[in-house]
């Protein structure tokens, strides 16, 4: 998943359940760079903000969306690798392919993304309400958008 995918996913979440750090999203955003996660409580962003002394959303939302990207790559690899196969097989006949890109992710799948983003949540410190409201709104971007 490219990371213009993984920032408009991040700012999504962060429109849903936290607001109020929009305004800052992009300098947060700009300054986590390839860091993907919190460094430690101490420095929760793992760099400094001016100003900023307590854990954003927005950083915690990061690792998330980075950790289920990354998972959810798996099945884009598996459909596009199930493609290509098609094609290899067929090259005059074009398997039928969704514009949009891969194919939607069924419940069963999305109810382990949400797993995976709620542990991933609560390892970079967020209490189990937010948590479930991170992960909730991961699943309900991706079931609208999967790509």
């Known amino acids: 998943m490219s990371d213009a995918f993984a920032k408009d996913l991040s700012r999504r979440v962060v429109t849903r359940i936290a607001p ?22 101490r420095d929760p962003l793992g760099f400094g903000l001016p100003g900023v ?10 690792g998330v969306v980075t950790t289920v990207l990354a998972d959810v790559g798996k099945d884009v690899g598996s459909w596009t690798g199930r ?6 097989r067929r090259p005059r006949e074009l398997p ?6 891969p194919p939607p992710l069924p419940p069963a799948r ?7 983003a709620y542990q991933k949540a609560r390892r970079m410190g967020m209490s189990q309400a937010q948590a479930d409201a991170l992960a909730d709104a991961v699943v309900s971007e991706l079931a609208r958008n999967p790509s």
């Open 110 to 116: 999305l109810t382990e993304i949400r797993k995976v």
């Open 96 to 101: 039928d392919a969704p514009a949009s890109g």
């Open 83 to 88: 493609l290509i196969g098609r094609l290899r």
């Open 53 to 62: 002394d307590e854990l954003l959303v927005t950083a915690i939302v990061s």
């Open 20 to 41: 109020a750090e929009l305004p800052l999203f992009d300098q947060t955003w700009d300054a986590l760079g390839s860091r993907s996660r919190p460094r430690s409580h």
